[in-house]
C-alpha cells in the first residue's frame, strides 16, 4: 500500500491529479474516510487531472454527479443512504461498470463483498498528529493510502 501525507488542501487536490493519470476507462475508485477527511477534496484533483472543466462538489443530496474530462466520469457519494438494499435499488451499477470512472465517496457502505473486483481503494484519515496552532502540529494533515485490487 502507497502512502502520503498531505499538510494543505492543495497537496491533496495535486496527489488526486497525479493520481489521475493512472486510471483508464472503467476504473473504480473507492473512497474511504470519515465526515471532512478530504474525499472530495481528493476528487477534486483526480477530476482536474481527468481534465474536466466543470466546478467539482460532493453529490451528496444527488447521490450522483457526471462529469466529462479525458472519460466520462461518475461522481458516486453515499453517504445518505443506510443500507446496501436502499443502494441497491438505485441501479448503480451502470455508472459502476460504465465505459467511464467511476469514484464512490463512502464505498463501505456498499459492502465489502459488493465492491467490484478490480477497483482502486483510498483511504484518507485525518493523521493522529493533527492538533492545532497551539499544539505546534498541522490540523490539516492527512494520511492518504491506496492501493489497486487485483
Keep these: 500500500m502507497k502512502v502520503f501525507i498531505s499538510n494543505k488542501v492543495e497537496a491533496t487536490v495535486m496527489l488526486g491529479s497525479k493520481l489521475a493519470k493512472t486510471l483508464v476507462k472503467k476504473d473504480v475508485v473507492c473512497l474511504f474516510g470519515s465526515l471532512g477527511a478530504g474525499k472530495t477534496v481528493l476528487t477534486q484533483g483526480i ?9 467539482v462538489n460532493s453529490p451528496s443530496f444527488k447521490i450522483v ?4 474530462g479525458k472519460f466520462p466520469i461518475y461522481h458516486i457519494d453515499l ?7 436502499e443502494i441497491s435499488d438505485l441501479g448503480l451499477d451502470e455508472y459502476i461498470y460504465g465505459n467511464g ?13 459488493n465492491l467490484p473486483k478490480k477497483r482502486f481503494e483510498i483511504y484518507i484519515k485525518i493523521s493522529a498528529r493533527g492538533g492545532s496552532a497551539f ?3 498541522n490540523e490539516n494533515e492527512r494520511e492518504i493510502k491506496w492501493q489497486r485490487y487485483p
Excluded at 65 to 68: C, G, T
Excluded at 79 to 85: E, H, M, P
Design 79 to 85: 453517504y445518505r443512504l443506510n443500507s446496501t438494499g
Design 135 to 137: 499544539s505546534g502540529t
Design 65 to 68: 454527479n457526471e462529469y466529462r
Design 47 to 55: 477530476c482536474k487531472g481527468l481534465k474536466v472543466r466543470d466546478f
Design 101 to 113: 470512472i467511476a469514484i464512490i465517496e463512502w464505498a463501505e457502505k456498499l459492502g465489502k463483498k
